[in-house]
């Protein structure tokens, strides 16, 4: 299984970007698909999750200008990010938790990470 994400960047305080993250491989099912960030000397963090069980999960710091999506068929989520600040600076990483056959556990996958920067 591999997530591949793509769609950060360099914008201005107030701009948007939008991510993209792809799930492929032996895929059976996907309980959880979202973003979570880290910024330099501190912890990950989420910042928008789609959930079987929770529905769609946001961060507070985020609530109202981001929005994450889905396109099951695809395995894929996008993340829509609008009004950023300077302090949404940080690396994004896709997560998805996965099983990849129908007697298999759920475990967890991670993207690469894609750095967005918010500067002027």
């Known amino acids: 299984v591999q997530l591949q994400a793509s769609g950060g960047g360099l914008v201005q305080p107030g701009g948007s970007l939008r991510l993209s993250c792809a799930a492929s491989?032996?895929?059976?099912?996907?309980?959880?698909m979202g973003w979570y960030r880290q910024a330099p000397g501190k912890q990950r963090e989420v910042v928008a999750l789609m959930t079987r069980g929770r529905g769609t999960v946001y961060a507070d710091s985020v609530k109202g200008r981001f929005s994450i999506s889905g396109d099951s068929p695809k395995n894929t989520v996008y993340l829509q990010m609008n009004s950023l600040r300077p302090e949404d600076t940080a690396v994004y990483f896709c997560y998805a938790e996965i099983k990849t056959d129908y007697w298999s556990d759920e475990d967890d996958y991670w993207g690469q990470g894609t750095q967005v920067t918010v500067s002027s």
């Open positions: 491989g032996s895929i059976f099912s996907i309980s959880e």
